[in-house]
């Protein structure tokens, strides 16, 4: 019979001897016992792992602001007028938004207008001589090099019209504020009336098409990201998720924090605005991992394990899990393709294998 027995069983039999020492050997004898019958697997209890394809994502909160604004400042000192929009209004490229008047102006504009007519007139003169030595030419009167100064003057006399004329227009644009491009006006920084000095911002724009999505990331998502990666963003609306890439990358702004991440939309049309929030999603670079059912892992003493059956038997195996995608999780080390992991009562093997190797001690 003592056949029969393990030894851990016949110890504990003899420590029986002792008064009051029959419950604990029944206990210890079960314990040696149990495991014996316990660390067995089936065909049905173990599946073959295969390598998946992972797509890591990385996720964040981002908002919607604008790239960079754009100021519309006064090129002259003068008085404000006929401002008549107002701040979250939309306005086209060229739509005027204001005039500005004053004696400078004035004196500037009646300047290049007088400079303008004395341009026209010295083309007119130098003209008028042009034809006078092309005539003597024809009667011998003149030379051909007179003809040629005659010539070089009207160059110079048309140069003179052309400067004059972007001078005065120049000084006409300076008088009429207008939008260079589709924009919002996001603020206006002075009223009609209003006497404002040479440079000073009279309206302040944002351009419709410079947006774009700030993210913070943080942990191990800040190494992860890189420019030209690709995501979505969902608004918290609940509207249809945007298709975006990664155009920069700021780093963190101080030790610890997080790091921010520009992203704009893929298409050259987004239907986001201004402050409006949500997720950013970004696709990290696709692998190639074994993946194993999420119930086959285990928890022993800060480490995962699986239970691998082999044609020896069944034997732990230290792995390191990574990301989880639906009933699975993906092994990152420890686990090869088509390793055979048991995932029926795999964490009673595993223990059972320990209890095997228990030793009371004496």
Not at 315 to 331: D, H, K, L, S, Y
Request: aromatic share 6%; glycine share 6%; charged share 10%.
């Amino acid at each position: 019979m003592n056949r029969m027995i393990s030894p851990c069983t016949q110890r504990a039999l003899r420590f029986s001897a002792w008064p009051g020492m029959f419950p604990l050997a029944a206990a210890l004898a079960l314990i040696a016992v149990v495991p014996a019958t316990a660390a067995q697997s089936t065909d049905k209890d173990w599946v073959s792992v295969q390598l998946q394809t992972l797509t890591p994502h990385l996720e964040a909160y981002g908002q919607v602001e604008p790239i960079s604004l754009l100021p519309i400042n006064a090129a002259q000192a003068g008085v404000i007028a006929d401002l008549h929009v107002l701040p979250g209004a939309s306005v086209h490229a060229g739509q005027v938004l204001a005039h500005l008047n004053g004696p400078n102006l004035r004196s500037l504009q009646m300047q290049s207008e007088a400079d303008l007519r004395s341009a026209q007139s010295q083309l007119s003169t130098a003209q008028r001589s042009l034809a006078i030595q092309q005539q003597q030419l024809q009667s011998h009167l003149s030379t051909r090099e007179a003809v040629h100064q005659a010539e070089s003057s009207i160059a110079q006399a048309q140069t003179a019209v052309d400067n004059a004329h972007s001078r005065l227009a120049a000084v006409r644009q300076m008088e009429t504020l207008s939008a260079p491009t589709d924009a919002i006006v996001l603020a206006l920084n002075t009223a009609n009336g209003e006497w404002v000095n040479t440079g000073q911002t009279m309206v302040t724009l944002q351009p419709s098409r410079s947006l774009w999505v700030r993210a913070t990331f943080f942990g191990s998502d800040l190494q992860a990201v890189r420019v030209g990666m690709t995501g979505r963003f969902q608004p918290a609306d609940g509207t249809s998720a945007i298709p975006v890439k990664v155009t920069a990358v700021f780093g963190p702004v101080t030790a610890g924090s997080g790091e921010s991440v520009a992203v704009v939309p893929l298409h050259q049309q987004s239907p986001w605005l201004n402050g409006e929030a949500g997720m950013v999603t970004l696709d990290a670079p696709a692998s190639r991992l074994v993946a194993v059912p999420t119930r086959a892992l285990i928890m022993h003493q800060g480490s995962w394990w699986v239970m691998v059956h082999t044609p020896q038997g069944d034997r732990p195996q230290a792995v390191v899990p990574g990301p989880a995608e639906g009933w699975n999780t993906f092994i990152e080390s420890g686990l090869a393709s088509g390793a055979q992991v048991v995932v029926n009562n795999a964490y009673l093997l595993f223990h059972s294998s320990i209890a095997e190797q228990y030793q009371i001690p004496d």
